[in-house]
């Protein structure tokens, strides 16, 4: 009866709360997620922003079909609630947003691992919070009543709801003819992943597709042909020989290197046992695009090598080292395929970072205790270890705990620092003081463990903190490259008894003009491996060092290739 009447007699207005009841229902189950990740400062605001805009879809049906609101609305929310215990629950356990690298940890290890975890993590109050969840879940539920609007008026809020979710975010790609449906998919995709249940679904399907290209990339690693007329100095004797790479620290911000304020004081006492390398400068101002010159063959004239020619990884394993790879960088996203390749090509791997937002709260702490793991309960005699920090990526704030937030003003900046930057440039420093603390621990930790071996540290690309003439950019551009995106720091630690049974003065080479896309000969150097294609002119502590254009840019575009020591200042 009334259905007809509505037909007869459409009303004129928009049933406006009866259209935000429905709305809110659905938001709910992801809005509450993004609450919390936003109360805990898990991550940028970003994810919020999406899974509102993205809950409009679900109004769709309930415009096209009101005479079934009740049963429409209750078969979605059910299916958004039970995906929204998973995402809430690992939020419960982790204070983390739910993401792809979760699923591949989850695929990764073994079902007893994981319900040890969540046994561990069980603490009582989540019984009661979901019980109040799910009865708000209801109570909304309750207000939903059918949206009486004309055929009219619902299709035009259905085709504005399309608009919006659909056309409104290629709209930029139309504009620049690079359409394709592909492409528009994946910004889609993009948009609506922060929501349930594309979190989850979106998550697997990228999961899966993620595993192909790696195991791809991993089949053509393991056919490339090992290293010719291969000699290891150290054959035989027990080693420890780590790696770790820092990631957007700008050496310009360390004491170590003069900086103004003691950002570097633990590394600062250490100095004496340090070498400080001075000019080394990284190819590219990108993490993956950097680390495949840093771990492989491949430079800024060959950039393919990669895929050719053994990485550092195979050479250290070819050496008879147990590898391993300790990352607290993100694991399985769609730009860290390469990264996770290279990680799955040590023996083993620690995960420590399942963000799905690389701008996510993560603390390179999280790397302490499996390195001192390793170093103490490993039985292997020879090992090779590779540390990726997260170190000071943006969102600079999110890298330290509150204990590091010492730099909060002025004092021991330059005059023409605006006051706008002053925040910026302090949370950046802060950043830069508590990656101090984490690579002295680990150098402290190298010590204490009485391991024969060196540490080598350097950042994988540098980042410009208004640091600039003009003083302001911020971040990193190669389209408009500065010297602070590039120069790095680049330091090695060597314990007593390496330094006794291989002494090395670094004295006159602290200085050299190096590009980090030539390490793997200074760490073959290093570490007394040679073969066929080793080239001692390329290792930064070689005795036959020859100085190179310092070559930055895309090689895909080799006209676009610079020598930064036109950018750098002669000293
Ligand atoms: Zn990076």
């Known amino acids: 009866m009334s259905s007809v009447l509505q037909q007869n007699s459409p009303p004129a207005k928009i049933d406006w709360p ?10 709910y189950f992801s809005g509450i997620h993004h609450v919390l990740l936003q109360l805990a400062g898990a991550t940028i605001f970003a994810g919020i922003r999406q899974a509102t805009i993205a809950s409009t879809l679900w109004l769709i049906p309930l415009l096209l079909f009101p005479n079934r609101t009740r049963q429409i609305s209750a078969t979605i929310g059910i299916i958004l609630y039970l995906f929204s215990l998973v995402s809430l629950g690992y939020f419960c356990i982790y204070r983390q947003e739910f993401s792809q690298s979760v699923i591949f940890i989850i695929f990764e290890s073994n079902a007893a691992e994981a319900s040890e975890y969540i046994a561990q993590y069980f603490v009582w109050w989540m019984i009661p919070a979901a019980l109040i969840y799910s009865a708000g879940a209801y109570f909304l539920w309750r207000r939903i009543r059918p949206l009486c609007l004309s055929r009219r008026t619902a299709w035009i809020l259905v085709t504005l709801i399309m608009l919006f979710l659909f056309a409104y975010p290629n709209y930029r790609l139309l504009r620049h003819s690079e359409f394709s449906t592909a492409l528009a998919a994946e910004t889609i995709e993009k948009r609506m992943e922060p929501a349930v249940p594309w ?3 979106f998550g697997y399907t990228q999961y899966r597709k993620q595993l192909a290209g790696m195991q791809q990339l991993l089949d053509q690693n393991n056919s490339i042909p090992p290293l010719n007329k291969f000699k290891d100095a150290n054959a035989g004797f027990p080693a420890t020989l780590v790696l770790v790479i820092g990631e957007s620290t700008n050496k310009q911000h360390m004491s170590l290197y003069g900086y103004a304020r003691a950002t570097t004081p633990r590394l600062d006492a250490l100095r004496k046992e340090l070498a400080v390398f001075t000019q080394v400068v990284a190819p590219r101002p990108y993490t993956i695009e950097t680390l495949q010159q840093v771990l492989t063959f491949a430079d800024q004239e060959n950039p393919d090598l990669y895929l050719t020619k053994p990485s550092l990884m195979n050479m250290m394993k070819q050496a008879g080292y147990k590898t391993f790879w300790v990352t607290n960088q993100q694991t399985m996203t769609k730009r860290n395929t390469m990264l996770t390749n290279f990680s799955q090509q040590m023996d083993e791997q620690i995960y420590l970072n399942n963000s799905r937002a690389q701008n ?5 702490s999280n790397v302490l205790v499996p390195f001192n793991r390793i170093l103490l309960n490993d039985p292997a005699e020879r090992k090779f270890i590779i540390v990726h920090l997260l170190g000071t ?6 890298r330290y705990p509150t204990e590091y937030e010492i730099f909060k003003n002025r004092t021991g900046l330059p005059d023409w620092v605006r006051d706008d930057q002053v925040p910026v440039i302090n949370s950046y ?16 930790a190298m010590a204490s463990s009485q391991a024969n071996g060196f540490l ?16 302001a950019i911020l971040g990193r551009n190669e389209s408009k490259p500065t010297p602070p995106m590039y120069t790095v720091p680049f330091i090695v630690w060597s314990s007593e008894k390496w330094r006794a049974l291989h002494p090395r003065n670094f004295a006159g080479q602290l200085e050299r003009r190096y590009g980090t896309s030539h390490f793997i000969h200074t760490w073959a150097d290093l570490a007394g491996i040679s073969f066929d294609g080793f080239d001692p002119s390329k290792s930064l502590a070689g005795k036959d060092f020859k100085e190179r254009p310092l070559l930055v840019g895309d090689p895909g575009a080799q006209q676009a290739l610079i020598d930064l020591r036109t950018l750098m200042p002669v000293d």
């Not at 996510?360 to 390179?364: C, H, L, N």
């Not at 990526?393 to 999110?398: E, G, L, P, V």
């Open 429 to 444: 420093d802060n950043a830069v003081l508590f990656n101090d603390f984490v690579v002295s621990s680990l150098i402290g």
């Open 393 to 398: 990526h943006m969102k600079y704030d999110y």
């Open 360 to 364: 996510s709260r993560e603390y390179d």
């Open 18 to 27: 009866a259209l935000g009841w429905a709305y809110l229902f659905f938001w």
């Open 199 to 201: 979190q989850i679904i």
């Open 456 to 471: 080598v540290y350097f950042s994988d690309h540098g980042e410009d903190v208004f640091d600039s003439p003009g003083h």
